[in-house]
């Protein structure tokens, strides 16, 4: 079946089983792979993207629930505070092996975006996405340098 | 590239012993290749506007090797950093072997990079001279230039042509590490900038064209297979079962496809019967036996047993510890092509000469009709060292020649087939007089994880790794049983390390508790003499303010371990709630000083020690590999655990650096956490952790 989506700007018909979840579209049909698969089950994060700026796990995210939302990749990421977030994310060297920083960097933006002054609580509520290698202080640090550049 | 066939042979013999093939591109790097670029040697390429590529030959999986080895050529070289790049090696053979673990990239290819670093700069310099008709000794390099007092300066770009035919120099000289500008700087890693825009590549991410997906099921239960195969079937339009080793492959025109439909498939498993009775009681039980038995003898100092007859106080404690999986966030996956006369793969491997034997295995093929192309790994700890999932991919490529397939295992599968961290009990006997330790006996047993590739090991090595107590105690005696229980063990960051420091540590405690002392000072008692083990100890006491805990209620505990070369102690400020029933314990905040001798990039090092902080904090609080059934009970981050940001604490590192040796990194922060949280407890509690995981041993 049919469906018109817009990533990063750009619409996109696809032709694709409507339980299709978004990931896969994004990865296969789009080849964007910025966005990884991780669980499939909505625990791990790295399959985080925005939608209508909301962070969303596509894993579990049908193709037929998009309709004419707004979908964001790591890709396309390219507001302010994202590029602001992505400067910090270098700034303190949070990554390692990278795979889960595409979804952690989403969900930051989208943090920040809406609460410009994270407390720690607000922070940890936000950023539920794991990383096995164990960046989370530096992810912390990202956020708070963040605030820091988007307030100079 | 402009190297003919005679000149490549010229350099095959001559580089530092190395022989040569051509250095290939990588998918990634084929967009940046220079319209003219030459080669010296397999490792390095400059162009003609002197942009540097060095060739890395470790498999990038965080530890941010992409970086570190470029670093060191780059300061022998006297190169401008801001024109360093790296490349993925991309062929095999004629780097040395291809594995990537234990820690040792950086103790293992130092003196190498620099060697090749300053024989580049030699060749270049000495080009030079040639064309200015100078003495070399006149010349100056530095920035990626060379300079002549009143000739001028030349930029490496200008001089890689002629420098590439010159005779390669045998014994190049090595700047004094007073004049380093690169190394021991912590330069902006390399990689990062495409993890944040989201371009790197994982396997998983390669497009091949007319690629097709695979999802992939296993038997459940250990040692079985498929007992149905012939009945099932698919509607060829929604995709293709495929037979293989212990399970079922379904490929499709999508990854999602391929799942739904091998979900449809009424799969029947069987197994060895005997499997059904392999659950953790029974795996326990086997160590219990396993610890009272004598086993293989791998220490002994003094007379143990005269010291244990003639102690005023001998005090035992046994300690366990459970299967453990590896988890990493991308699962294990591989994209394989195979035809009659080829195989093609790229793979997030940490071993691509393993691929290749894999590959070679199944289609029967020459090594020199197997292409790897080895990507950047979404984390590894151990676990894409092993070939299982490039041998699924190679026997499904194989099914349908010609035909790419990119096989990604679900979360399921990995968590149920992996390689696990052995399951392992230790026994241990202290002797105690006139206030001393007088005698320390241990034995360990557990599943033997080289007997996979050294039938009949024993001791394992790696079962015993780490378990030689690193304390001046008068008679010792360490022995290990292998211990064979059915469900497959394979290399789980820090391997023998990762049970046998929480032994260790743990019973020092419980000696130093039965001496009243301090267990801090009762380590550094019995390191006397180790000056640079006391001043780790000292340094992390600092660190911690060891003794006051920030945190009201709180406790501290502490370890140390002589680990990869390097010597190691950490400092846990914990507290415990019983009440919280998911998180009974806090880790306020977590010290580590490493004695690593040298810091090439501090920066990540200080990274590599957080994040195993929180990787070996993950399994100590709530890593347990649950057999019932002779399978796997776990199946995803629900049920296997990993914690998140907020169940972190921060962890504080300093490196000590100035030895003479090196040692290594990537996995020497993981042992001692467990221990030290488990410490803190018991001082706090009184009463010790003897079963890992500590969550549920405080819950039980």
């Given at each position: 079946m049919e469906f018109t989506l817009k990533v990063n700007g750009t619409s996109h018909t696809v032709d694709v089983n409507p339980e299709k979840p978004l990931l896969w579209v994004l990865r296969e049909d789009l080849g964007l792979t910025g966005t990884k698969y991780g669980c499939g089950t909505a625990i791990c994060g790295t399959c985080t993207v925005l939608i209508d700026e909301k962070p969303t796990a596509s894993c579990v995210y049908d193709i037929q629930e998009v309709g004419n939302q707004k979908i964001t990749t790591i890709e396309g990421l390219d507001s302010d505070v994202g590029e602001t977030v992505k400067e910090a994310w270098l700034t303190e060297e949070v990554s390692q092996c990278g795979y889960c920083q595409p979804g952690q960097i989403l969900s930051a933006t989208h943090l920040l975006t809406n609460t410009p002054n994270p407390t720690d609580d607000d922070i940890d509520n936000a950023m539920t996405g794991l990383c096995r290698c164990g960046t989370y202080q530096r992810i912390r640090a990202g956020i708070k340098t963040a605030v820091k550049l988007i307030e100079d | 590239m402009n190297i003919t066939m005679k000149r490549r042979t010229f350099i095959k013999t001559t580089i530092l012993g190395l022989t040569g093939l051509t250095l290939g591109c990588t998918e990634q790097e084929s967009d940046s290749v220079p319209a003219v670029s030459h080669e010296l040697g397999l490792w390095l390429n400059i162009d003609e506007d002197s942009k540097i590529t060095v060739v890395v030959v470790r498999t990038e999986m965080g530890q941010g090797v992409t970086t570190s080895l470029p670093m060191i050529v780059a300061e022998e070289l006297e190169a401008n950093w801001e024109d360093v790049g790296f490349k993925v090696m991309a062929e095999l053979g004629d780097y040395g072997e291809s594995m990537t673990s234990g820690s040792r990239t950086i103790r293992e290819h130092y003196e190498k990079m620099r060697g090749i670093g300053a024989t580049a700069k030699e060749m270049l310099i000495q080009a030079a001279a040639n064309r200015w008709q100078v003495d070399p000794g006149t010349l100056t390099a530095e920035n990626s230039t060379v300079t002549h007092p009143s000739m001028g300066s030349l930029r490496y770009g200008e001089l890689v042509e002629e420098a590439a035919l010159l005779p390669v120099p045998e014994d190049p000289q090595l700047k004094d590490p007073s004049q380093f500008k690169i190394i021991g700087t912590s330069v902006p890693r390399l990689d990062s900038p495409e993890h944040i825009e989201g371009t790197s590549t994982f396997s998983t991410d390669i497009v091949v064209p007319d690629m097709l997906y695979a999802a992939v099921a296993q038997s459940p239960v250990f040692g079985g297979d498929v007992s149905n195969f012939d009945a099932l079937s698919l509607d060829p339009a929604v995709g293709t079962i495929v037979k293989i080793t212990s399970g079922i492959a379904v490929v499709a025109r999508s990854y999602w496809e391929a799942e739904k439909a091998l979900a449809s498939l009424d799969v029947e498993f069987e197994h060895p019967p005997e499997m059904e009775a392999l659950d953790n009681a029974a795996i326990t039980a086997q160590l219990e036996a396993g610890v009272e038995l004598e086993g293989a003898v791998f220490q002994a100092v003094g007379d143990v047993d005269e010291a244990l007859d003639n102690a005023d106080d001998t005090f035992t404690q046994t300690y366990e510890v459970p299967y453990?999986?590896?988890?990493?966030?991308?699962?294990?996956?591989?994209?394989?092509?195979?035809?009659?006369?080829?195989?093609?793969?790229?793979?997030?491997?940490?071993?691509?000469?393993?691929?290749?034997?894999?590959?070679?295995?199944?289609?029967?093929?020459?090594?020199?009709?197997?292409?790897?192309?080895?990507?950047?790994?979404?984390?590894?700890?151990?676990?894409?060292?092993?070939?299982?999932?490039?041998?699924?991919?190679?026997?499904?490529?194989?099914?349908?020649?010609?035909?790419?397939?990119?096989?990604?295992?679900?979360?399921?599968?990995?968590?149920?087939?992996?390689?696990?961290?052995?399951?392992?009990?230790?026994?241990?006997?202290?002797?105690?007089?006139?206030?001393?330790?007088?005698?320390?006996?241990?034995?360990?047993?557990?599943?033997?994880?080289?007997?996979?590739?050294?039938?009949?090991?024993?001791?394992?090595?790696?079962?015993?790794?780490?378990?030689?107590?690193?304390?001046?105690?008068?008679?010792?005696?360490?022995?290990?049983?292998?211990?064979?229980?059915?469900?497959?063990?394979?290399?789980?960051?820090?391997?023998?390390?990762?049970?046998?420091?929480?032994?260790?540590?743990?019973?020092?405690?419980?000696?130093?508790?039965?001496?009243?002392?301090?267990?801090?000072?009762?380590?550094?008692?019995?390191?006397?003499?180790?000056?640079?083990?006391?001043?780790?100890?000292?340094?992390?006491?600092?660190?911690?303010?060891?003794?006051?805990?920030?945190?009201?209620?709180?406790?501290?505990?502490?370890?140390?371990?002589?680990?990869?070369?390097?010597?190691?102690?950490?400092?846990?400020?914990?507290?415990?709630?019983?009440?919280?029933?998911?998180?009974?314990?806090?880790?306020?905040?977590?010290?580590?000083?490493?004695?690593?001798?040298?810091?090439?990039?501090?920066?990540?090092i200080k990274a590599q020690i957080e994040g195993a902080v929180i990787y070996g904090l993950t399994a100590a609080l709530v890593g347990q590999i649950d057999i019932e059934g002779g399978r796997v009970k776990q199946s995803n981050y629900h049920d296997y655990r990993a914690l998140t940001l907020k169940d972190s604490p921060d962890v504080e590192v300093e490196i000590i650096t100035g030895g003479t040796g090196i040692g290594g990194v990537g996995e020497s922060g993981v042992p001692l956490i467990a221990p030290a949280v488990a410490n803190a407890i018991f001082s706090l509690t009184g009463e010790q952790v003897t079963k890992l995981p500590i969550n549920r041993f405080l819950l039980s």
């Open positions: - | 453990l999986a590896h988890s990493p966030l991308e699962p294990p996956s591989c994209i394989a092509q195979v035809t009659s006369t080829s195989c093609e793969l790229w793979v997030a491997t940490q071993a691509a000469s393993y691929a290749l034997e894999a590959a070679v295995s199944v289609t029967g093929l020459d090594p020199s009709a197997v292409t790897i192309h080895s990507t950047l790994v979404g984390g590894a700890f151990g676990r894409k060292g092993e070939w299982d999932f490039v041998t699924l991919a190679v026997e499904i490529a194989k099914s349908m020649p010609g035909t790419p397939v990119n096989v990604i295992w679900s979360r399921k599968e990995d968590i149920q087939h992996d390689f696990y961290r052995p399951a392992f009990m230790a026994k241990f006997s202290g002797a105690i007089k006139d206030g001393q330790v007088t005698g320390w006996k241990g034995t360990n047993a557990g599943p033997s994880i080289m007997s996979r590739f050294m039938p009949g090991i024993s001791p394992d090595f790696m079962s015993t790794l780490n378990f030689k107590p690193p304390y001046g105690i008068p008679a010792i005696k360490s022995s290990s049983v292998n211990v064979d229980i059915g469900v497959p063990v394979g290399f789980w960051r820090s391997i023998g390390a990762s049970q046998n420091v929480f032994f260790i540590e743990s019973f020092v405690d419980a000696l130093a508790d039965q001496l009243d002392q301090d267990p801090l000072a009762f380590r550094k008692s019995l390191l006397a003499g180790n000056e640079r083990a006391v001043t780790v100890l000292e340094t992390v006491a600092d660190m911690a303010n060891w003794g006051a805990p920030g945190v009201s209620g709180a406790a501290h505990g502490v370890s140390f371990a002589d680990t990869n070369d390097s010597l190691v102690a950490q400092i846990a400020e914990v507290s415990v709630d019983k009440n919280n029933t998911e998180n009974p314990v806090t880790v306020h905040k977590v010290y580590c000083a490493i004695d690593c001798g040298l810091a090439v990039h501090p920066n990540t």
